[in-house]
């Protein structure tokens, strides 16, 4: 029997089938008797109307606008990446069976419950619980709606929200009385029609329990489905059906198409199983307890997938990898910068002479030894002797501000800083605040340092011992130093020389800072296997038309580098090289971006790690066909499978695997794993947490990420407030931390913004304390003395307060984008006086998403970085036709110095232009 589910709800379906039943029977007792009438729908129809005039209506509506009021975030257990979703769904079905049937029906009226659809609905929030993380959560139930009506036929069930918070603490028969009172409470309200106004679409998951009374037809035995339309609004349907006389539930789940494909379905249903077979054998445990995972399907992730044993040098550090190389090819150049070279001998004899000084000096295993140098052959030089003598470097990028610089030397208690001249007054007046801490000049005292031993030292140096400390951004205002030991390091390069692989013949572009731990494959990885290092200066690696020359003049097969360096290279017009390698990581590589450096190289890796398990833990080679090459923006990263040696694990918030296809927390242990952070006990403890696997270490990331069924993993983005901008990590609560430090600050949020592709950058939105008048210029200088030029703020708003979620929370989604330039925000805007200016206004405006500049604005303060500038700089030759560097911009970073450079420019062209007409005037004229 087919039936319209407008006329028809399944009650009235059962009414129908019973009056057919005795009308039949009649029939064939030949008896012409017939029941009464049967009550008609438009009664109900009459009092529906009476009902939406009473005071009752009102009080519905205010119970369910009140219940509503907030959105929740559901989007988490959907399991597939479809931009869009249809109404198609498909059904599989579940039978319990009559055994298993029974148990349910006697925990039920063992603890009190009111029907088996607490159960079930209790388990369909466990499930959802389980899937997504969220706390509190919501989903639709029906309520037949009928308490004056039960012998009408029509439609009268009605949707409502039922909506509980799960604690840690909470097990299954606390969380079912919790759903008993919230199904009870919304009974009571469910004649308002929900489904008819603006809050309907409050849950997408759908509970629906049908107790089946009518089993038999005329005397025969008959069996009762409700076969619904293969299309719904809703991403889950639920629907119990509840056969009395055979004594058995059936489930039938009906999935929506484009949230779940089949293989999810599949798991859903065996999961949702898993659970409720768990709490019907123990209805006391906790709710995070029980396993939804099959036996398999725990070892596939447990044990399968993190399969990465491999073999490696275990009792060697990294300097002695690269003197074992050394005797394998001395005359082979190892490293070049400029066009000068050293070979792999050179190499290590210049690093052994200064590892002797650096012994003189105290540098023994354990000892930290700054480096405070610019990129040449003497960083590579200076980074391999403080290895050979036993120490442990900590990087000091010269640009970072005074105050961060000396926190690091003191926290690190560094007693030997390696640096150059122009850097000495600097650091002495500035940064260095112990006498004892002993400055060595690499140009300064190089003829002191080259009358030192050359041989190989001995330091007494263990793979345990550490090889270097990296400070990362730290969320309470301070950064925190990474402590990584040699043995994680050598595990991590003789992986990267088998996956993706380096052989002597390589040439590597090393374009990272050193204060970024991914330089070290660029220079270490390399120097391992007998390839050879092109070191790229500061200026080059920041330019992509320099960059691009050095690619293809450098002979370079192989370069790592983050995003936002590639995107420099594409908007400089790089045409690619074919037998180039790319590794890409520091930040998400999204598909347009994939999908571009695939056509333009060999091959292209994207790498995902965090400084804390050493460079990369993860690595995919990207091909034509994988989700990073689909044009959508919004497909997920994919991060490929752990290195050799390492183990992931994405688990719950109770630390619990996840479900293949299931979103969860990335944990990272294995061989790659950090010492720890130094001098941060109670933070060691947060985030070096025990696995619940092996009772090993596993770092915890804080990064979101499901398994997919092949066993690669996509990364979602982050947990907490901690993002990438040009591959470094930072976290915004350390930019909040020093703005709240300022006199005329009340309260401040940093975001990022993205407004294009590869233009990720930070915005700092200001409520200024009452009655203050805040320049945002003193604020960008304010923030340059206490954090690194890539923590200061693009953009600063400022706001009379922040925008807030019902809840009370901080609503980021709601911040607006800077549209205001500080000189228009202050009202100090000094508009255009020249063409010249005008179009340079212009394509500022464009570049910088800009409503207006002003010609005294600075194209740095306001957002610009490396990347735009060669975007102005190619605009500026395409409509003025005339070519500037980017120098030129870094040197008159305003629209009125800049414009004056441009004039200055052309009348130099023009007078040149005039001498070269002269000469050839004069030679034509037989004057020359």
């Given at each position: 029997?087919?039936v ?42 009459e ?9 009752r ?13 907030n ?8 399991q597939?990446?479809s ?41 369909l ?14 989903m ?6 009928r ?5 009408t ?31 009870l ?57 509840d ?32 659970l ?76 052994n ?144 020389s ?32 007998g ?21 293809k ?270 000189s ?76 004056e ?28």
């Open positions: 029997m087919t319209d589910h407008l006329i028809s709800d399944a009650w009235s379906t059962a009414i129908i089938l019973q009056k057919m039943s005795e009308y039949y029977r009649f029939s064939l007792e030949g008896k012409l008797e017939y029941t009464q009438p049967l009550p008609a729908y438009q009664d109900y129809v009092y529906q109307q009476k009902y939406k005039l009473s005071e209506y009102i009080i519905d509506e205010s119970y369910w606008k009140k219940k509503l009021a959105s929740l975030n559901s989007s988490r257990f959907y597939t990446n931009s869009t979703i249809t109404t198609r769904n498909k059904l599989v079905s579940y039978d319990l069976g009559e055994e298993f049937s029974q148990q349910i029906k006697t925990i039920v009226n063992r603890k009190g419950l009111l029907s088996p659809a607490i159960i079930f609905s209790t388990i929030f466990v499930y959802l619980h389980r899937l997504s993380g969220e706390e509190i959560l919501r639709g139930s029906t309520f037949s709606n308490s004056s009506f039960k012998e036929i029509g439609l009268f069930i009605n949707t409502c929200a039922l909506q509980v918070e799960i604690t840690s603490k909470e097990t299954f028969i606390s969380l079912a009385r919790k759903v008993q009172i919230e199904t409470e919304a009974a009571k309200h469910q004649n308002y029609p929900v489904r008819n106004t603006p809050i309907n679409k409050a849950y997408d998951v759908l509970f629906n329990y049908h107790n089946v009374t009518f089993t038999n037809f005329c005397g025969l035995p008959m069996e009762f489905n409700l076969n619904y339309s293969r299309h719904a609004s809703e991403r889950l349907i639920l629907q119990v059906q056969f009395n006389a055979l004594n058995r539930f059936v489930l039938d789940f009906h999935f929506n198409c484009d949230a779940f494909n089949e293989q999810q379905r599949q798991r859903s249903v065996k999961h949702f199983v898993n409720l077979k768990a709490f019907i054998g123990d209805s006391n445990q906790l709710i995070h307890q029980a396993s939804m995972l099959t036996t398999q399907e725990r070892n596939q992730l447990i044990v399968e997938w993190n399969h990465t044993q491999t073999e490696y040098p275990q009792e060697l550090c990294i300097h002695q990898l690269f003197e074992a190389q050394e005797k394998k090819t001395p005359e082979a150049v190892a490293v070049e910068f400029e066009g000068q070279q050293l070979t792999y001998q050179q190499l290590n004899s210049r690093a002479q200064l590892a002797h000084h650096l012994q003189k000096l105290g540098v023994t295993p354990e000892v930290l030894v700054g480096i405070c140098l610019e990129r040449s052959l003497d960083l590579v030089v200076a980074l391999l002797a403080i290895l050979k003598a036993g120490g442990a470097y900590v990087p000091l990028d010269p640009f970072y501000p005074q105050e961060r610089l000396a926190y690091m030397l003191e926290d690190a208690e560094v007693q030997v800083v390696l640096t150059q001249q122009q850097w000495v007054a600097h650091l002495q007046e500035h940064v260095i605040k112990h006498e004892s801490t002993h400055l060595l000049c690499l140009d300064r005292d190089s003829e002191l340092i080259a009358k030192e031993n050359n041989n190989n030292p001995a330091s007494g140096v263990k793979p345990e011992n550490l090889a270097y400390l990296i400070y990362t951004s730290g969320s309470t205002g301070k950064p925190k130093g990474v402590q990584i030991p040699h043995q994680s390091v050598v595990n991590f390069l003789t992986s990267m088998q996956r993706p692989g380096l052989t002597a013949k390589d040439i590597m572009l090393a374009v990272t800072s050193i204060s970024f731990d991914i330089a070290g494959l660029e220079l270490y990885l390399p120097l391992m296997v390839a050879r290092v092109v070191v790229a200066s500061r200026e080059v690696a920041t330019f992509g038309p320099l960059l691009a020359k050095l690619i003049n450098s002979g370079a097969t192989i370069m790592q580098a983050t995003p936002a360096t590639w995107y420099l290279l594409l908007a400089a017009g790089w045409e690619g090289k074919p037998r180039l390698k790319i590794l890409c990581g520091g930040e998400a590589l999204s598909p347009e971006l994939a999908k571009k450096l695939q056509q333009k190289a060999s091959s292209l890796w994207n790498m995902y790690g965090p400084t804390e398990t050493t460079i990369w833990s993860t690595l995919y080679q990207v091909s034509s066909q994988s989700n990073l090459c689909r044009p959508s923006q919004d497909a997920p990263e994919l991060i490929g499978r752990p290195i050799a040696n390492t183990q992931i694990y994405i688990l719950d918030y109770h630390l619990q695997p996840v479900p293949i296809g299931v979103t969860g927390e990335l944990y990272i242990g294995g061989a790659g794993l950090a010492r720890g952070y130094r001098n941060r006990p109670q933070l060691n403890q947060q985030k070096f947490i025990t696995s619940p696997v092996d009772k090993s270490k596993l770092y915890k990331t804080g990064d979101l990420a499901r398994y997919l069924p092949d066993g690669n993993i996509e990364f979602l983005g982050r947990i907490d407030n901690q993002v990438k901008i040009r591959g470094f990590r930072i976290e915004l609560g350390e930019i909040e931390a020093a703005l709240a430090k300022h006199p005329q600050v009340w309260e401040s949020v940093v975001v990022a913004r993205q407004e294009q592709p590869g233009d990720k950058r930070l915005v700092a939105y200001i409520v200024p304390q009452h009655e203050q008048k805040l320049a945002t210029d003193e604020l960008c200088c304010f923030l340059k003395q206490k954090l690194p030029y890539y923590m200061v703020p693009s953009a600063f708003v400022l706001l009379e307060a922040l925008p807030l979620t019902p809840n009370g929370k901080i609503n980021r989604r709601a911040l607006p984008a800077p549209k205001q330039s500080p228009d925000l202050l009202g100090t805007l000094i508009a255009p006086r020249t063409p010249v200016e005008q179009k340079l206004a212009e394509i500022w405006s464009e570049v910088l998403h800009l409503e207006r500049v002003g010609i005294d604005d600075n194209f740095f303060e306001l957002g610009g970085n490396s990347l735009l500038a060669t975007q102005v700089i190619s605009r500026l030759s395409k409509t003025l036709g005339i070519e500037l560097s980017l120098h030129s911009l870094f040197e008159s970073p305003t629209i009125a110095e800049l414009a450079c441009i004039e200055t420019v052309r009348w130099l062209t023009q007078q040149q232009q005039a001498a070269t007409d002269e000469t050839i005037s004069d030679y034509e004229g037989g004057k020359l």
